[in-house]
């Protein structure tokens, strides 16, 4: 199981469709993605797409205070967007996930006037149903499986209780 492809639309500093395709490892080598700008260019803004895109549901966690905070606000040659969308896709030919697609794209979008859903495979679903799927894969919203600016200081800076 990998991720396989990222896609943003309205989130955040990405007003224009945009795609990531992040390549597979083979058997021996792991691959290693790096995602390079300067400063406030939004980098940090794709690992809080996917988090959110996960379900995230803390917009403290997201960098924000209202759910508006992550549609994009325009600039001075573009106007606002109307919703953020953006789409995971999971490489899932392990069958790491209980369901029976080789490959699954769970999809979260939100409207500015608060309209929300989340699809899997193009199909409406539940939150708690992605919730369960990557919560038995082992990529729960609390596990540390995506690590935001200012986790790690929490990591190191956490008591021995907290850390287990
Ligand atoms: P650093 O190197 O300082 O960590 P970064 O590349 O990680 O920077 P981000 O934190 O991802 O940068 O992006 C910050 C930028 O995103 C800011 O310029 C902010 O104005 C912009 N931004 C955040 N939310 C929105 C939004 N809803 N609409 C438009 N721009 C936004
Ligand atoms: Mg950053």
Not at 37 to 57: F, V
Request: charged share 30%; with cysteine.
């Amino acid at each position: 199981m990998y991720l396989s492809r990222l896609e943003l639309q309205g989130f955040k500093t990405f007003p224009k469709k945009t795609v990531l395709e992040f390549q597979p490892g083979d058997k021996n080598k792991e691959t290693l993605t790096v995602i390079v700008g300067p400063n406030g260019s939004g980098k940090s803004n794709i690992a809080d797409a996917i988090r959110w895109c996960l379900g995230e549901q803390s917009m403290k966690q997201l960098r924000g205070k209202k759910t508006e905070d992550i549609i994009f606000s325009g600039s001075s040659g573009k106007a606002r967007s109307g919703f953020a969308e953006v789409s995971l896709t999971i490489n899932n030919e392990d069958k790491a996930m209980k369901v029976d697609y080789a490959e699954v794209t769970i999809t979260r979008r939100v409207y500015r006037d608060g309209d929300a859903e989340y699809l899997l495979n193009g199909k409406r679903v539940r939150l708690a149903d992605i919730q369960l799927l990557l919560a038995e894969a082992g990529v729960g919203q609390r596990t540390y499986s995506v690590i935001g600016q200012g986790m790690i200081d929490h990591v190191l800076t956490s008591s021995p209780e907290e850390r287990k």
